[in-house]
């Protein structure tokens, strides 16, 4: 298979990347219009909060899949939306004595855009597709190829075939949607779910900012609720290109039986993956808009 999509996906990965870390770091320095608006101090405790989650979530993340553990890509969205809500709690927005309430009633629709809950609804029926392809076919038995890493049991695929020659051939495909994989990240995806549901649930019962309904505290309403939806948009798309580049290769190498069906399954999570993991960079690289109090 060509190496150009690796390639590409590969690009885009680093592109996304970079964005969250630039975006992050640039959070961290307030533009002077920020210091010198009358809440500068719940708009700065804001980007700094959405900041350190990310940065956070990007070490962790990288810790996790770089010491051996791809299930761990699933602390992105744990990591980033624990520090979120934790910034939350301490925002001057809930501290200051100028907080009123508001008599309106808010929704968390309100403040997600459409596209962002698309997006995860297919990033997490692409997690299902992949696992309802790759839990059958997933080996029951530890591997251990000669010069080749061990894979336990549960992580990965054995494709076996035979060769002109009569010689048995024989290859393993891994990280693979088998239950090593599946069961950590749909822990984790719970565990974000049940975090995203309490950061949005914050939005809406917050009581007001400043000393009458304004267009500041609906800002910082819609600022929390993208950055929930941006971390987990992007945690719940990175396991996907990691089980779907081996969906594709077991697809087109004629050990793994040239199963097409199971390589379009992955390439589509790929896609989607891609998009999501876009969406979710541009919310969490997003400031909050200059508005008056």
């Known amino acids: 298979m060509s190496p150009l999509p690796y390639i590409a996906l590969l690009l885009v990965l680093t592109a996304v990347f970079l964005t969250l870390v630039i975006s992050a770091l640039r959070a961290t320095c307030p533009r002077p219009a920020a210091q010198a608006h009358p809440l500068s101090a719940i708009i700065r405790h804001s980007t700094r909060t959405r900041a350190a989650s990310v940065l956070f979530a990007l070490a962790a993340t990288a810790a996790a899949y770089l010491s051996g553990h791809p299930e761990g890509v699933a602390l992105f969205g744990i990591v980033g939306l ?10 001057p927005a809930v501290m200051a004595p100028e907080r009123t309430a508001s008599l309106a009633r808010r929704r968390i629709v309100d403040y997600l855009p459409a596209t962002g809950l698309v997006l995860l609804l297919l990033a997490v029926l692409s997690l299902a597709a992949d696992a309802a392809v790759g839990l059958p076919v997933t080996a029951a038995e530890p591997w251990h190829a000669p010069g080749g890493p061990a894979l336990p049991a549960g992580s990965y695929f054995l494709g076996v075939s035979t060769a002109s ?42 009581g007001q900012v400043g000393s009458r309904p304004g267009p500041l505290d609906q800002e910082l309403r819609r600022y929390l609720a993208e950055g929930a939806l941006g971390l987990l948009l992007v945690s719940a798309a990175l396991p996907l290109p990691l089980l779907g580049v081996p ?47």
Do not use: H
């Open 247 to 293: 969906m594709i290769e077991a697809a087109t190498w004629e050990a793994a039986g040239w199963d097409y069906g199971r390589g379009t399954i992955g390439g589509v999570g790929i896609v989607v993956a891609v998009a999501s993991m876009v969406y979710g960079a541009v919310l969490l690289a997003r400031s909050p808009r200059q508005v008056s109090a």
């Open 165 to 206: 020659t009569g010689e048995a051939i024989s290859s393993a495909y891994a990280p693979w949607p088998g239950p090593r994989m599946l069961v950590p990240l749909a822990a984790g995806l719970i565990i974000q779910l049940t975090a995203s549901l309490l950061a949005l649930r914050r939005v809406a019962t917050r």
């Open 82 to 91: 624990a520090i979120l809500l934790l910034g939350e709690r301490r925002s």
